[in-house]
């Protein structure tokens, strides 16, 4: 660690008040690290170097690799044209604009809630719908009239055959457990 030491002279005070302040130095194993991935990457650099100009140094190379080398430059090089001359004329490629359009936007500032007090927040919960609480809020009701009519279409189709007073008293019975029912929303 480096450290600077500063005299401090004032009137009236000793002299020779020394304090020292450290420098901070990162450790030893970040910058380890730090030269290991950049040796890495060097390395990775210079074996795809080499194996790009290997046909041109290997003795044993024969013709069908030099054509097979030059074919693979020759595509590159097109694709890297094709793709300079896309720029130019300012085109894309499908890939690039389904990626461009197909972004998910997660805007919810149009329901965000903004308030300084408790009584702004409430008025505010109130106007986006959300309820104090089951007193305030009113719960759904149902009359059995509307109940049984429905229940009814539904239990002749489970069960053909049966008279409507067989199918009323199916439907009363049904609607004492149904959670639709306002004695058993309490």
């Known amino acids: 660690m480096q450290a600077q030491a500063h005299a401090h002279g004032h009137r009236g005070s000793r002299a020779g008040t020394f304090s020292i302040i450290f420098h901070h130095i990162p450790p030893a194993s970040l910058l380890l690290q730090e030269n290991k991935d950049a040796a890495k990457a060097e ?77 702004d927040a409430i008025n505010q919960f109130d106007a986006f719908g959300i309820g ?33 007073a067989q199918y009323r008293d199916q439907a009363w019975n049904l609607w004492q457990r149904d959670p639709l029912n306002p004695k058993n929303q309490k």
């Open 132 to 164: 104090r609480g089951s007193s305030d809020s009113p719960k759904p009701t149902m009359t059995f009239k509307d109940y049984s009519l429905a229940k009814i279409e539904e239990l002749k189709v489970q069960k053909p055959g049966l008279k409507l």
């Open 43 to 119: 390395m990775e650099e210079l074996t795809a170097k080499k194996e790009k100009e290997k046909w041109r140094y290997d003795k044993k190379t024969t013709a069908h690799d030099i054509l097979m080398q030059k074919t693979k430059d020759n595509e590159e090089r097109e694709e890297k044209k094709k793709a300079f001359l896309m720029a130019q004329r300012r085109e894309m490629s499908e890939t690039d604009y389904a990626r461009l359009v197909d972004v998910v936007i997660n805007n919810n500032r149009g329901e965000s809630i903004d308030a300084s007090n408790i009584a």
